[in-house]
């Protein structure tokens, strides 16, 4: 069964802090690795990831996937209280389950002023 | 484009009784999804639809949820009977062709109480 796994589940920090968030993922037919940010209600979409140790850049956040280690982390520098939201991390299947997508159980990012 | 569209938004119903959540997918996307969020197990995946047959329903709970796409614009999640236990968030989320369909596209979500 495919499983992804973030750490930690819950952080808080205060405003101009720097956070890594973790995902994991063990997945048959792995395709990409995909962030999404979950705020009041639907999660949205920040970056799709398939190649390792090419770095992703919007403001700031950034991503990047290692397939060595079967990881990914989400960095977020100078944070916002508007950074506060539940991020997911979910991996993208092939193969003869082309089209799964996984999710881990998120990391709760609380962002204090 | 309006989006993933789902309905209702919320939906309070007794133990026992039939709940049925609609979705209307992003035109022209082929992949359709339902995920139910709560607290303790996260998004989970219950079934997704590629041109509106199902591919993978491993994911649902029990021989009460039940899920049909009729056609390319249209899918509903049905639950029978309800439990207190299917108290969750539903999404619905689509996606595009099988070239560019790994970002998923996400409905508001139907807020489900089962009393």
């Known amino acids: 069964e495919d499983k992804v796994v973030q750490s930690p589940l819950s952080l808080v920090v205060h405003e101009g802090d720097t956070v890594t968030l973790n995902c994991s993922y063990e997945?048959?037919?792995?395709?990409?690795l995909l962030w999404y940010k979950q705020e009041k209600k639907a999660p949205t979409f920040l970056f799709m990831l398939?190649?390792?140790?090419i770095e992703k850049k919007s403001g700031r956040l950034s991503s990047i996937l290692d397939k060595k280690e079967l990881s990914s982390i989400l960095n977020i520098t100078a944070t916002q209280t508007g950074d506060s939201a539940i991020y997911l991390c979910a991996s993208f299947a092939g193969g003869t389950s082309y089209g799964k997508l996984t999710f881990g159980q998120g990391t709760i990012l609380t962002v204090h002023p | 484009d309006a989006g993933v569209i789902q309905s209702p938004r919320h939906e309070v119903t007794e133990m026992g009784q039939e709940v049925t959540l609609r979705c209307k997918p992003i035109s022209g996307h082929d992949y359709l999804f339902w995920y139910r969020q709560t607290m303790m197990r996260g998004l989970e995946l219950l079934i997704y639809f590629n041109n509106n047959v199902p591919i993978d329903d491993s994911g649902m709970p029990e021989d009460r949820f039940s899920a049909k796409m009729p056609n390319a614009s249209f899918s509903t999640l049905k639950i029978q009977p309800s439990e207190p236990r299917d108290s969750a968030v539903y999404f619905c989320?689509?996606?595009?062709?099988?070239?560019?369909?790994?970002?998923?596209?996400f409905g508001s979500g139907t807020q489900l109480s089962v009393l």
């Open positions: 989320a689509s996606s595009g062709t099988r070239r560019t369909n790994e970002k998923l596209f």
């Open positions: 398939t190649s390792s140790g």
């Open positions: 997945v048959t037919n792995f395709r990409s």
